[in-house]
């Protein structure tokens, strides 16, 4: 419009130069214009696309109504911080004011509001942001925001606005649009996501802004800004609409109109956001950058909780699809012949955290059989990302136990697709995926060895079948051999194919080929270990070092089969070299022979009689075996006559115990165990880098922590070594004699774990009994369970472990460690806590059959004996986590039942029961209950802990269990006495409490506080999920108006949650209705149900005042509930004393209005709290205003912070104004009505801070009326006794006002005490204005 040329008529130059206005331009035309219907209608087109190209819309209706006015003005109703909003204001007003505006234009009023509102809604954005890229509102923005959508839904509501109009204005202004905007329009109705994007004209420019949104917003979800709840939501509902409309099925007839941009735009975007997820890790995101937290933040939408409402529809199954796919084929840049160099770096270890974490998310979705069949369907139609499908193979194998099984089987069909039409790519696959599962080991898949020899080393192969087949296998070996390792070259040859005599030059070329690159990698095949895993990622083992591996292992077999291995037969044909040089040296090592020759012996004299040992060599042996027993040094430590000075510290190690384990077999050996024990513990300290000083250093305390344990890679590797070999030895030394009879090697052994090393033992023993219990081997559960008892048997030798900070004063011994380690959480740990402590108390039964039960009994920790009383069982019971339990959610409910009431109740209490007494278990239930909340084990580290009752979703069932026990006590007792009792004792969970509270540190010290607030809040959760009666009884009698429950509540309030569970005044709202609702039902079931209500509530006025206010601030939403249940059972008004809270709110409400306020109702305290909650909850800067109303206007503190001490000053100007001393409320006893009010509504921890209030509102006051009264002096001497304690003690408890001195609130005259400067401190009014005698007077009398 700014080019737009007119002429001066048409300009709006009047007659004398007058600028008219746009209407009497209009109506002139008009006029001189005849009726034309085709003319109007083509003016109103024009009018319409001029208003919407308008670019100040404002600027557009200014002109129509000439000179600024006050009647349209949008800006003011969406401005939150204008009085005029409610006065002068309306959306009716603002409506019909458009509608007269849209007439005079002659255009629809829609499309005009519809302009004014995206105008308005650009302003609100445009405002100063916090970030570079802001997606949020601000507070002030979200508030204008909310006032416009208010004025938009009037608008919908009364068909006066456009959404195509308004979605089409808004796209004018996308730069500045902020994403929160957006979806506030969409979740209030005023504009759907999908009408938005699907008017706008460019798709592709709508899916790049979103994604540019959607990442910032991610960004700032995960660096935790002030609105994450806000951001969570939006990313949630956008998830979800885009999932939703992206990916619902395109046969739903249901939909009569199916709008083609939306699920373009969503499957779009969601593209993006993974595309730029995946390009950042295979860029290699720093941790904890931008990117970082926006990839993590994303990948999270693919949790259940992030879908919300979709997850029950099939759209999110094929989101999940479509994104594996893409994960899949992304960015293909990797050959075959690069995977297969690589893959070995692609494990499920090795590859990056959120992409593993983003697999286990799909595969909640997936099940194992459509996960392997999508895999087998992209690979065969599409290119690849060889990375990510590997690393997807190994996460299968890892996560899902029944993929071993699915992987197996569509492996054999791509071989035998490649075998039947000589498919490369099927083989290259197959080789591919058989790899990437072989290298997370045997528990996942099988080996790649076991698998190559199953494949191709029988006439069954695939290979067999024809010469065709022969050479397509060669040739692929061959074409493999430039790209790979040495590993699987080595399984190769040592286990090659089988093929027919006619055809072994194939076989001899390519072993020829595959030697001569192991040779380039300078790899010798002959140094190759008989039983080395040959499938492994790790690095070639040194050949001395295998050797002793490989003569355990073939010594083991012979033990079980009595024949020599078939592994070491074909060595000493087929691989001499390593044989000779390595296998019989290292079986051959000199040592004294035992008297009744053991395993390695007898293996031994089997090879020589079948030729297997060299004469020369065996001779050599011989001769060195004599030797040793004719040197007692070494016959006493057993060791090789001339050790390698080039050993590592745990190659010696491992080699003293390989040792130790051929010689236990003989209980008569005990003189050489034991001295080849002590070579252990040296060389351990070797191996630890100790010195022996270390060893004599004496360790007071052990800290260990149970959920998270660390160990040092060394000490790691040196524990592994110590606890395997327990292990073997015990399962080598059974095989021999029982327990009783295998002498003390087990106990010697233990010994060399109880130095500086056993920090490190029950570190390792931590983690594998707590965090990987379920996945020991049998052999390695019956070893640790031995270990256990004979660590249970030194108790008194070893030292106390604190195991967190549960307890940190307190230590456990170590034989009770194993109570915290062994857990029935889940059916797997329930399981391998039946197996640990079985095996232990079987092995302790026979080890120390001949001894008495004392000494069984103190080999054994309580823990592991497992006899339930009624409060262990209680114990085990909260641990269990029901997603992973071995029962349903009935079988527990059932097993619960059969427990309490059939076993443990009836059970007398010597035995572990409860006499049949209710109250006695529901008494042990609760004490239970709060015992596990603030023990370690009730800690969760999962990321729904802090959702679930004393963090375990287990405890819920508990507490249902507590519920039913508490109704049947309460239906066992007469109404007018609780519980079985006389009236005065009142409900058994008070005296619980008051127990346990009293058995609480005392104190100001931030720990005591934290602990007995965390006490406190169980007590209140326990109460809350109790029936109400519990608070206050079932009905109250004439004869004892306040049932003694009532009492017990009462100061539970007074003395704990007062400081504890309040805050401002008043207790919470849950336990303030939980208390309302008992006090009406046991009303109700009296005589006179309003007169007992009001005796009780006046009487809380001075029992328990605080129960009132906490009524005053939730009466809005506890009156509707107690006016319901009143009128169910009464038709007469609600009883005076609630119509009085109910009156002190009116009154608070009339008073913050604009209208004259009424009269304060009676009594005048409670009008008072119900007022300074209304004032609470006005805007702050509301305040001073609503302060004027009490004739207490002061000026504006000149800082911040004194804001709160300036209000507080203004009320005490007040009084002083009103002729009211302020000193009484310095002097507060329970001798005194006001005192006693307000001691018993404030925290302790406030009124100790009374005298630095009071020094700091001296300095607010600008006259001496205060100091000039006769209390002052004696007030001031008090607050600065109070002061110095505070400061020097933290306590003021040791100083308070006499008897008898308190002041009362009455107006009174004061002797001046002659102080001018208004701003002197008390010192200088004491130095100035005081005698000596008469300070020294003050200040015995305040003492």
Known sequence: MAGLQVPNSASGQGPGGRRRSWAELLAGRLKRQKC???????????????????????ALLLE???PPCKKLSLSKLIDCDSSEIYANHSSSFIGSTLQDQASRLGVPVGVLSAGMVASSVGQVCTAAAETSHPVLLTVEQRKKLSSLLEFAQYLLAHSMFSRLSFCQELWKIQNSLLLEVVWHLHVQGIVSLEELLESHPDMHAVGAWLFRNLCCLCEQIEASCQHADVARAMLSDFVQMFVLRGFQKNSDLRRTVEPEKMPQVAVDVLQRMLIFALDALA???????????????????????????????DSPKRFFS?????????????????AVQMQREWSFARTHPLLTALYRRLFVMLSPEELVGHLQEVLETQEVHWQRVLSLVS????????????????????????FESCQLDSMVTAFLVVRQAALEGPSAFQSYADWFKASFGSTRGYHGCSKKALVFLFTFLSDLVPFESPRYLQVHILHPPLVPSKYRSLLTDYISLAKTRLADLKVSIESMGLYEDLSSAGDITEPHSQALQDVEKAIMVFEHTGKIPVTVMEASIFRRPYYVSHFLPALLTPRVLPKVPDSRVAFIESLKRADKIPPSLYSTYCQACSAAEEKPGDAALGVRAEPSSAEEPLEQLTAALVELRSSMTDPSQSDVISAQVAVISERLRAALGHNEDDSSAEISKIQ??????????????????????????????????????????ATLFMRTMCGCVLPAVLTRLCQLLHHQGPSLSAPHVLGLAALAVHLGESRSALPEVDVGPSAPDAGLPVPALFDSLLTCRTRDSLLFCLKFCTAAISYSLCKFSSQSRDILHSCLSPGLIKKLTYQDWLHLELEIQPEADALSDTERQDFHQWAIYEHFLPKSSASGGCDGDLEAACTVLVNALMDFHHSSRSYDHSENSNLVFGGRTGNEDIISRLQEMVADLELQQDPSVPLGHTPSQGHFLFGIFCRRLQALTSGWNVAARLQRQRELLMYKRILLRLPSSVLCGSSFQAEQPITARCEQFFHLVNSEMR??????????????????RGLLNACLRSRDPSLTVDFILAKCQTKCPLILTSALLWWPSLEPVLLCQWRRHCQSPLPRELQKLQGGRQFASDFLSPDAASPAPNPAWLSAAALHFAIQQVREENIRKQLTKLDCEREESA?????????????????????????????LTESDRLGRLLLRVAPDQHTRLLPFTFYSLLSCFHDDAAIREEAFLHVAVDMYLRLVQLFVAGDTSTVSPPAGRSLELQGQAGQPCGIDNKSSSFSAAVNTSVPEKELLTHSRAAG
């Open 704 to 745: 260990l922590s149970i959920n998270a344990p660390r160990l040092e890679p060394r000490e790691y590797t040196a524990v592994d070594l110590l606890l395997t070999s327990f292990c073997q030895n015990l399962m080598a030394a059974s095989s021999v004699a029982p327990p009783e009879r295998q002498g003390p090697w």
């Open 322 to 338: 479509h994104t594996l796919t893409q994960i899949l084929t992304h960015s293909p840049l990797l050959k075959a012949s690069d």
């Open 283 to 313: 860029a290699g995101v720093q941790e904890e950058s931008s990117t970082h937290k926006t990839v993590r933040c994303w990948f999270g939408v693919f949790s259940g909780h992030m879908l919300g409402s979709v997850i029950s529809t």
């Open 64 to 66: 129509v109504e000439g």
């Open 36 to 58: 034309n219907p085709e003319r109007a209608q083509k003016l109103k087109d024009s009018a319409v696309r001029l208003l919407r190209s308008h670019q100040d819309l404002t």
């Open 1059 to 1076: 400081n504890f569970c309040s805050h401002g005044g008043a207790l919470t709202q849950d336990i303030t209705a939980h208390f309302f």
């Open 395 to 418: 996460a299968l194998v890892v996560c899902f136990p029944e993929a071993q099984q699915l992987l197996g089987d569509w492996v054999a069909r791509l071989m035998a697709q490649a």
């Open 1199 to 1227: 800082t911040d912070p004194s804001k709160a001490l300036d209000v507080c000053a203004a009320v005490l100007e007040c009084l002083e104004k009103r002729k009211i001393s302020w000193l009484a409320l310095f002097q």
